[in-house]
């Protein structure tokens, strides 16, 4: 049984907006702020080689910017060459996805860390595994028991895109605790008003806006550490 842990799980309205380089930045902040802050993500697909070995480079990059002593391959429970969904890299490489791994894994790589962030694959709606037994990244956010944060894009759709997710998020019965403007510009006039309208339409705070290679999140750990749940 584990006690005292925080956690929280990142998502996003889509792959490639920002999980990976906005966690690296909460885990930067709690770290420097001396809270022992880890990272786990499930299923990493399009990971590339390195004499000979698989690196899954979500985990590296987040484990190099925050300083988490571990190697990224503890961080992570199945790493996948081709860069395509979960569900189609595993079956590619005969090597299905199973929860109770995803589980003992999180909760192993947890017994490191005071507080565990977590990054989902894609957008809130990725299977992991289909067909029989179908896992969808949604069901380990159910097991996980955690609450999400979502990035999303500053730019022109994001309103659209950030409704959605939040909404299917709660449809699940998923507490979204916070969502995160990536590229995010504050003398653009669009980007302010994306972020006044997505507040309104969701009623969920944003956080923080993240600008172009912004190396430092803008946000109190204190505001993090309450956007994380008990786990
Ligand atoms: N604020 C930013 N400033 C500069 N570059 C950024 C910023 N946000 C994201 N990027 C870059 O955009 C690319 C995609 O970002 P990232 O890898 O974080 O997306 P992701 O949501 O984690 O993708 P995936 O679904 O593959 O996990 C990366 O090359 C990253 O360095
Ligand atoms: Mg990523």
Do not use: W
């Not at 569900?87 to 490489?93: G, I, K, N, T, Y």
């Not at 005071?114 to 709606?125: K, N, R």
């Not at 028991?145 to 999303?152: C, D, R």
């Not at 997710?165 to 994306?194: E, F, P």
Request: hydrophobic share 40%; with cysteine.
């Amino acid at each position: 049984m584990i006690k005292n842990k925080k956690g929280i799980f990142v998502t996003a309205t889509g792959t490639d907006v920002g999980k990976t380089y906005v966690t690296a930045l909460i885990i930067k902040k709690l770290r420097e702020s001396s809270v022992n802050a880890g990272y786990y993500k499930a299923a990493l697909s399009g990971a590339y080689r390195k004499a000979g070995k698989l690196i899954p480079g979500d985990a590296e990059y987040v484990a190099t910017t925050s300083g988490i002593p571990l190697s990224p391959e503890a961080l992570v429970s199945y790493i996948y060459e081709p860069a395509v969904s979960p569900h189609l890299a595993a079956e590619l490489e005969k090597r299905p996805i199973e929860l109770q791994k995803i589980l003992s894994d999180f909760h192993h790589a947890a017994t490191h860390f005071d507080v565990m962030i977590a990054e989902g694959s894609g957008g809130i709606v990725c299977p992991l595994r289909m067909g029989n037994n179908t896992i969808m990244l949604t069901n380990v956010i159910q097991a996980l028991q955690l609450p999400v944060l979502i990035v999303a894009n500053a730019e022109l759709g994001t309103i659209n895109s950030t409704v959605l997710t939040a909404a299917y998020a709660q449809q699940q019965n998923i507490s979204v605790k916070g969502i995160i403007l990536n590229q995010y510009n504050c003398k653009n006039l669009m980007h302010r008003d994306n972020k006044k309208q997505i507040e309104r339409l969701t009623n969920i705070p944003i956080v923080a806006c993240v600008s172009q290679n912004e190396t430092n999140l803008s946000v109190s750990t204190e505001t993090l550490l309450n956007l994380c749940n008990t786990v």
